[in-house]
């Protein structure tokens, strides 16, 4: 284990990522607040989008891409989570821990659970897009997206890898 660092690098990371988590707790929960209010006050959110010749239906397509937002900010707010914590052990002088590997494993899961939630999105995108007139829905999968789990499941196995070998280590020594 090696002395905690005083890298500047490490202090802008960990700013950026309390703030991207408190962006996203923040609308997780702005979301997860304003879809009763959507569902009750349908109608009046109808008469604003009728200039698109919106179906009465569409409040439904309306609310499931709301709920899949929330579902979306609550796992980026988990994915810079588990980020922080590894930021901070790199900071304690000691990232080749085995949790440290279990929290990038978490953030591959959480990775591909955004590019599955990506598909039910497509459809409704679709949906409205057919059903609309002057409202351009689209949503796709992310190639990137996709490669960023690969990329963290393979960083996963190095930690992994990393820590057993230095636990090895110290037992010889």
């Known amino acids: 284990m090696t002395t905690p660092s005083r ?3 490490l202090a802008v990371a960990r700013i950026m990522l309390a703030l991207a988590r408190g962006v996203l707790a923040f609308a997780a929960g702005a979301i997860t607040l304003a879809i009763p209010a ?6 009046k959110v109808l008469e604003q989008v009728s200039v698109a010749n ?4 569409a409040i439904w397509a309306i609310v499931a891409l ?5 579902i979306a900010a609550l796992l ?7 980020l922080s914590r590894i930021v901070a052990s790199v900071g304690e002088g000691d990232p080749f821990v085995p949790v440290n590997a279990e929290r990038l494993q978490a953030i591959g899961w959480i990775t591909v659970a ?9 459809g409704v995108a ?3 897009d057919t059903v609309t007139d002057h409202v351009d829905a689209t949503a796709q999968l992310s190639l990137s997206g996709i490669l960023l789990a690969v990329i963290l499941f393979v960083l996963a196995r190095v930690f992994r890898e990393g820590a057993r070998m230095r636990a090895e280590l110290d037992g010889t020594v």
């Open 7 to 9: 890298d500047p690098l």
């Open 38 to 43: 959507l569902i009750v006050m349908r109608t």
């Open 54 to 57: 919106t179906p009465p239906g």
């Open 66 to 70: 709301m709920v899949f937002a929330a």
């Open 76 to 82: 980026g707010f988990l994915f810079f989570r588990h």
């Open 114 to 122: 955004i590019q599955i939630l990506g598909i039910p999105v497509m």
């Open 126 to 128: 679709r949906w409205i």
